[in-house]
Every structure is written in C-alpha cells, then in structure tokens.
C-alpha cells in the first residue's frame, strides 16, 4: 500500500512540471529564430528536435552583427515573435493536455496482479486498482473489459475457472465503490495467453495477473476532480 | 471358470488343457496373471501384404491383451497357412492362436484359429477400400484388428478409435496408432470431447468477446454453438450419453457452475451451487445419471459426484487438506467402473485412477507431469498429457500393466479425448 501512494500521485504532480518546462523550451526556441516560423508539433520527438535547434544555430551566427536595435521594424519582429511564442504555448499546452489523457488511458488499463490460486486483491492489487476509481467515476461513458489470466500451474481447464474470478473481484472492487457492473465485460484466458514465456517465479507473478481494454468512452478522457 | 482365459473358455475345458499341455509351456487356455496369450499373424500375401502384417500386429500388441510373436517369417508356409496349419508346431512356439489374412479386392478377411484346440474359431471379414495406406484402407485393417481381438480375448480392440487433442490453440485428431493427424477446428479451440456415437465433438472457443461451447458433426463439418448462456465463460463441455445435451461450466461473476443445456437449443439449467468457488470439467457416468466433476468449494481443487440434478453431491476422495493438494480432470471410463484423474504429487501432476467399487486410488505415473487422462473406450487404456520428454506430448498407458507408449511427437499436445468406437466407414 505505502509503496503505490507515490506512484499514484505522480501524474497530478508531473503534468505541471512538464507543462513548465515545455513552455520555457518552446519559448526560448523561438525567441532566437523567429523567422522559421515553427510549426506546432504533437510528438515529443518533434519537440526534442526543437529543443536543440538553438544550439546548432547558436554555432553560425546571423549576418547582422550589431546587437539588438530597437528600431520599428525590430519591434514590429518581437510582437510577432511574442505573438507567436503565446501562440505556441497554447498548442504545446494542448499537447500535454492531450498527454495527460493518455496518462489518463495507462493509469485505466494499467495490468493488476494476483497471488497464486488466488482471487483476492491483494494491497498493491487493491491500490492500483483505487487509481482507476476516479476515472471511471469522471468518465461514465467508459467501459472495460476486464480480462483474467493465470500462470501455467494447475489444470489448464480449472485455470480459465480462476482467471474468470480474477475479472470477477476486478469487477466487484468497482461495483462496490458504486460503478456500475453494466460497465464490465469480463472474460477469462486461463494459462493460454501468458505475459511472460517463463516457467520461472517472476515470469509466473508476470502471468497472474487481470488486464483492461477500454471498450467505449475512452476519447477525451477526464482527469479526476 | 476363474483360472480359464476367458475369450477361449467356452472352447476347451480348463482340466482338459491343463493335462494336455506339460508345465511351463505358456498356452493362452492357462491364465496366469501378467502373462498374455501367444499370437501368430501368418504372413499375408500380395503387394499391400507386409504393411497390413505390421498393421495389425501393432494394433494387437497396443490392446496389451495377447502377445503378437514375431515369428511369422520364420515359419514355413505350410505351417500357418490352409485350414489345417501345424498347430503342433505353433503350440512350440508359444502361440494360443493363429491369424491367417487375405487381402482381397475390396475386402479383407481373417481366420482366427485356437491352436490348442485345433481348430478353427471365427472367420471374420471387413469391407477394404482402394488406395493403400489411405485412411479408410487403414480404417478397415483397425476394424479387423478389433475384431480379432474381441475373438481372441472376449473384448473388442480399440484400434479403430481417434484421439482428439489440442495443439497450438486448435483441436486436431489422430489415429489410435498416432498416424493421419489433421486440425479440425480453426482457432481457438481447447478441451475437446466427444459426443458417444463418435460422430461429433464439442470444444471451448476462447475469444475476447467471451468463451463459447461449439459442437461440430464430424461428417457434415457443421458447426453450431451452445447459446443457452452466451455471457461469460462457458468451458468445459461433456456431452450426456444419449448425446442430446452438454454438461459445462459456466461462471459469470459469482464463481463458475456446472450447467446442462440442450444441444438443440433450449434452456440451460444449472447443476452445481458452488456459492462462488469454482466447478468444472464435468464428466457424465455412462448410465447418464450422474457427474464427477473438479471443484475448489473446500479450496483446494478436488474431485466431487453429483446426481445429473445437483442433488447427492459427495466428495470422491478424501479431500486434501495441504497446500500441495489439487485433484482435477476426471474422466469417467465407458465401463462405469472408474474414473481418471490428474492428482498432485510432490509438486509433480500423476495420472490416477479411482476404483468406484471400493473408492482405492491407484497412482500410474510418476515421470515428469501427467495430466488430463481420457479413457479408451476398452475401459483399459488412458491417453493423458505428459512432459517428461520436455514438450507436452500425448502418451497412452495399460492402466493394468502400467505398459507406456508415445502416441504424439508434436512439441506442444495436450487435452486429449479418446473417441468411443467408431462405426465401419459408409
């Protein structure tokens, strides 16, 4: 339990930083090369690049070596520069709200784990389990399908048994926190689709384990309020 | 009667024989425990004559009730062949009977002689398609295998029987001796089992959206699904004697079941109240009376007996109470006297066998892990999964002599379901 609390606050903690940080990176780039007019990237590779144009150019100077002149038309320049700039950081602020959807999504579908035999949540089960409360209460539309598996030991048959009650208690730890259990699908696989190829204890406490897929609502998530 | 060796009792008298015949010469009519009746398959004639030889000793040999003598070629024509072969001769060698085979245009026959009693006890013959080594061709040839059996020994081979088993996620079948193994279903499909007619099966289709029971009619290649519950898991299908309904689990959100549903369609009932534990594997007695099946109601997994209606419910063994117990998979044999199942053993699965008699439970393997064993229809043999080659193979043992074989070499086999006998091929 003590060891997920961290964990669970991170996301409400990293956007902010991110989002800091990712302003002041565009921010800077564009101040020192405002004709290249950036274009507003999505991907976080695309951003990476931007952030390093600064210094490749930083190595071949522009043509007009006088410092800064504050003519009219120098000025007209950073209006457009600023302009530009604000703009920019409503799209990179766009970017990460979208980024924190997505977050959003891995927190949602983030695989939870069984001990063997076993149904029952345990503590660390039962708390990554708790991160997806709020989701699923900001979402209505959001619907999982929940799917039980196992690891190889025991009966292949008994296997898909046990995996179905592991779905079961995913299921019941929502609907006894008022989430409706018209927005389960649960499914079992038993031991047939492993995790981990291994016969060895951590491949085995890899394959013990419940997995979610987002069946409908999953656009545009809403972080917790 | 007790000490005569039963398919020839009828022919000669115990006493008669036993004076007859000095002590210490193996003769069939003398039944002493472990010891199987000498057999010699004469050589049989023609192109296709040596492969049908080796065909039908192998399936004599695999029922493990007489002992096929390799001595055939040795012997003079005369000796083994016509009405009248040396049975003096043959009695020398060991041999209780003789197998004289003609391979003739469209059929086969056989002649089946007691050599002690000299004499002539059936001629036998099977329709034999064209085509060499085809399957109706070896179909035939598993057919006459059978019935010399069942001439010899009182009880019929089962040679002409398929095994069904589940390989890289589709049900395939194979041939009793391990020969013409073909995929059956497409994707998908675990836990095979057989209607008793032989002439369909029922299977497990795992899905995202769900498991299923399918039922296929092996001659048509039609398919249909069991819709009596469509949510959830259903698994684990076991189809009633007379064929018309299927016994699975079903678990929704409280546990898994045992339910019955109509294979035609209809409504489903429930058969266990597991209250949240798991049921399954169901398999029905051959009177269609009642169900073993595999529960963890105690939470281990053992091996419980219900009535067909739920009632009567009765734990099979004594339940296990260490962390290390886990009984599961039972198979009823078709005889109704026993039930397999897959018992854990120093951490290792062991086939085992239950005598419903006197409930004692005898334990056949202990190399690598076995499990998920399925009755031949003789009530004798038991095919099941075993590892100790390193991959999930398919292997039969003689419950009775504890006599092993490999049926499979596919690198990943397992959930085998023995047919019942399968009628002559049309």
């Known amino acids: 339990m003590n060891s997920m609390l961290p964990t669970s606050k991170r996301p409400t903690r990293r956007p902010l930083a991110a989002l800091v940080l990712g302003v002041a990176v565009l921010v800077s780039a564009c101040s020192k090369k405002p004709e290249t007019a950036p274009v507003p990237e999505t991907s976080p590779a695309a951003a990476a690049t931007a952030s390093t144009a600064p210094a490749t150019t930083a190595t071949t100077p522009a043509t007009p070596i006088a410092p800064v002149v504050d003519t009219a038309a120098e000025r007209a320049r950073r209006e457009a520069a600023r302009l530009k700039a604000r703009e920019d950081s409503i799209a990179a602020a766009r970017m990460l709200a979208s980024k924190t959807a997505a977050e959003l999504k891995a927190a949602l579908v983030a695989t939870v784990y069984f001990d063997y035999d076993r149904a029952e949540l345990r503590d660390d089960t039962r708390a990554a389990l708790e991160a997806k409360l709020p989701i699923l209460r900001a979402n209505s539309a959001l619907r999982l399908r929940v799917q039980g598996h196992t690891d190889e030991r025991g009966s292949d048959e008994y296997n898909l048994a046990l995996g179905q009650r592991r779905a079961a208690s995913v299921q019941r730890f929502f609907t006894d926190r008022g989430v409706e259990a018209g927005r389960f699908a649960l499914v079992s696989f038993g031991r047939e689709k492993p995790a981990s190829a291994g016969d060895d204890d951590a491949s085995r406490s890899k394959n013990r384990r419940a997995e979610f897929e987002i069946l409908a609502g999953g656009e545009g998530l809403a972080g917790p309020r | ?426």
């Open chain 2, 1 to 426: 009667m007790r000490g005569c060796w039963s398919g020839i009792i009828g022919l000669v008298a115990c006493a008669a024989s036993a004076q007859a015949q000095p002590g210490g010469v193996r003769i069939g009519l003398t039944y002493a425990p472990g010891v199987k009746p000498g057999i010699v398959i004469a050589p049989i004639g023609g192109v296709l004559g040596d492969s049908a030889h080796a065909m039908l000793g192998r399936d004599l040999d695999f029922g493990d009730r007489v002992s096929v003598i390799a001595a055939g070629s040795a012997l003079a024509p005369t000796t083994v062949t016509g009405k009248a072969p040396n049975y003096a001769l043959l009695a020398k060698l060991g041999a209780a009977g003789l197998v004289q085979v003609e391979l003739a245009p469209g059929r086969v026959r056989a002649t089946v002689h007691d050599v002690g009693a000299q004499r002539i006890i059936d001629t036998l013959s099977v329709a034999l398609p064209a085509g060499g080594h085809s399957r109706p061709w070896r179909a035939a040839l598993h057919l006459l295998a059978d019935d010399v059996e069942r001439v010899l020994t009182g009880t019929t081979g089962m040679a002409h029987t398929r095994i069904a088993f589940v390989k890289g996620g589709r049900t395939w079948l194979v041939d009793s001796d391990g020969a013409f193994a073909e995929p059956v279903s497409d994707g998908s499909a675990l836990s095979p089992t057989w209607r008793r007619d032989g002439g369909a099966l029922a299977w497990t289709v795992l899905s995202n959206a769900g498991t299923r029971i399918q039922v296929k009619e092996l001659g048509s290649g039609r398919l249909s699904s069991l819709v009596a519950t469509p949510d959830g898991l259903n698994i684990t299908p076991a189809f009633t004697p007379d064929g018309s309904a299927i016994v699975y689990a079903h678990g929704l959100d409280n546990g898994t079941d045992l339910w019955i549903a109509p294979v035609a369609g209809g409504e489903a009932r429930r058969v266990t109240v597991g209250r949240g534990s798991d049921n399954t594997s169901p398999t029905v007695s051959p009177d269609g009376r009642r169900v073993a099946f595999t529960s963890g109601r105690t939470g281990h997994p053992d091996l419980y007996v219900a009535d067909l209606d739920g009632t009567n419910t009765d734990a099979l063994t004594d339940i296990g109470l260490d962390d290390d117990s886990y009984r599961s998979g039972p198979d009823w044999s078709s005889d109704g006297r026993s039930i397999a199942f897959a018992t854990r053993l120093g951490g290792q699965f062991q086939i085992a066998v239950l005598s419903l008699r006197d409930r004692a439970v005898k334990v056949l393997t202990s190399d690598g892990k076995n499990e998920d064993p399925s009755w031949a229809p003789d009530g004798r043999h038991l095919v099941f999964t075993s590892s100790r080659t390193g991959s999930q193979e398919l292997w039969v043992i003689d419950s009775e002599s504890g006599r092993l074989r490999q049926l499979t070499r596919e690198r990943g086999a397992r959930l085998s379901a023995w047919s019942p006998r399968l009628p002559a091929a049309p």
